[in-house]
Nanobody
Framework: QVQLVESGGGSVQAGGSLRLSCAAS????????MGWFRQAPGKEREGVAH????????YYANSVKGRFTISQDNAKNTLYLQMNSLKPEDTAMYYC???????WGSGAVCATSRPYNYWGQGTQVTVSS
């Protein structure tokens, strides 16, 4: 049973930083996508940052490029999202997501919502101006 548990959300002023963590358990795939999505009240869920396990290719939404960094620690089975220069428009519930096993070379699909089978419960990020 795959479980994803996010932590690290909170309230911060504009210009501040937060680091989100996603602890994965029961996850034994070798070719997979992991990513962060967010959803603000009244808005659709959007992909924020994604990473492919084979080679570590990363993908970012235009709105967060240069400010957010996705990374993973395989030894700890943990995914991270370092968020710097936060803006009020970054306020949302942030979700960690992961795919099941994918064919090798599937990195490009990580930037879409298609491959994600497993989702965490979310962690709230609030940025005040």
């Amino acid at each position: 049973q795959v479980q994803l548990v996010e932590s690290g959300g909170g309230s911060v002023q504009a210009g501040g930083s937060l680091r989100l963590s996603c602890a994965a358990s029961g996850y034994t795939y070798s070719s997979y996508c992991m990513g962060w999505f967010r959803q603000a009240p009244g808005k659709e869920r959007e992909g924020v940052a994604h990473i492919y396990s084979r080679g570590g290719s990363t993908y970012y939404a235009n709105s967060v490029k240069g400010r957010f960094t996705i990374s993973q620690d395989n030894a700890k089975n943990t995914l991270y999202l370092q968020m710097n220069s936060l803006k009020p428009e970054d306020t949302a519930m942030y979700y960690c997501a992961a795919s099941a096993e994918l064919p090798w070379g599937s990195g490009a699909v990580c930037a879409t919502s298609r491959p994600y089978n497993y989702w965490g419960q979310g962690t709230q990020v609030t940025v005040s101006s």
